[in-house]
């Protein structure tokens, strides 16, 4: 099973923007809701945004997703000390009926 | 609120077995498939396998298929995940999370399985 396609490393500064972008196929991104994860070393991986674009309560504003055919991105804006973690993205495949998480981006902060 | 607490891991020698439980609370177990991810030393997420809210379904990653066994107790909140002819490939930290529509909404603190002769 392939990972979906992560950028392996993004940096900006801080108050900046990054995206984050992941590609699929049309059996998982194409067919299937998005959601992303932010992972920081020893500790528990916390849901970012779900169903593409929906942010779980207590998620700031700063994070968006949007989903545009087999392509999914991840938006973090006035970048933060705190945002440096891991992000993956996941979805369900329909091909394979299985989950796929992309290979993970580290977001480094200037 | 919900909790979700993976017990189980340890040092296991290679070609033997493990069995990880998840426990969970502050939900209506039942209602809600379940799935195993695990994070191996310097690697990213890696899926394992869900199993459907009445464990009528299951499906795993092609790495644990024919060797791990998903599984759950809706009587006594708990998922399971059994893990067979265990190889050094399989050493990580293993996650269960609660499956909400198409996302993992609560992840456990994970427990680390450690592969070594």
């Known amino acids: 099973q392939s990972a979906l396609t992560q950028p392996p490393s993004v940096s900006a500064s801080p108050g900046q923007k990054v995206t984050i972008s992941c590609s699929g196929s049309?059996?998982?991104?194409?067919?299937?809701?998005v959601s992303w994860y932010q992972h920081l070393p020893g500790t528990v991986p916390k849901p970012l945004i779900y169903?593409?674009?929906k942010r779980p309560s207590g998620i700031p504003d700063r994070f968006s997703g949007s989903k545009s055919g087999t392509s999914a991105t991840l938006g973090i804006t006035g970048l933060q000390t705190g945002d440096e973690a891991d992000y993956y993205c996941?979805?369900?495949?329909?091909?394979?009926?299985?989950?796929?998480f992309g290979g993970g981006t580290k977001v480094t902060v200037l | 609120q919900v909790h979700l607490v993976e017990s189980g891991g340890g040092v296991v020698q290679p070609g033997r077995s493990l069995r990880l439980s998840c426990a969970a609370s502050?939900?209506?177990?039942?209602?809600?498939?379940m799935h195993w991810v695990r994070q191996a030393p310097g690697k990213g997420l890696e899926w394992v396998a869900v199993?459907?809210?009445?464990?009528?379904?299951?499906y795993y990653a092609d790495s644990v298929r024919g060797r791990f066994t998903i599984s759950r107790d809706n009587s006594k909140n708990t998922l399971y995940l059994q893990m067979n002819s265990l190889r050094a490939e399989d050493m990580a930290v293993y996650y269960c999370?609660?499956?909400?529509?198409?996302?993992?909404?609560?992840w456990g603190q994970g427990t680390l399985v450690n592969v070594s002769s």
């Open positions: 049309s059996s998982n991104i194409g067919y299937n809701y």
């Open positions: 996941g979805t369900w495949d329909s091909s394979l009926s299985a989950w796929m």
């Open positions: 199993i459907w809210y009445d464990g009528s379904e299951k």
């Open positions: 502050g939900f209506t177990f039942r209602n809600y498939g």
């Open positions: 999370a609660r499956s909400q529509g198409q996302q993992m909404d609560h």
């Open positions: 169903e593409n674009d």
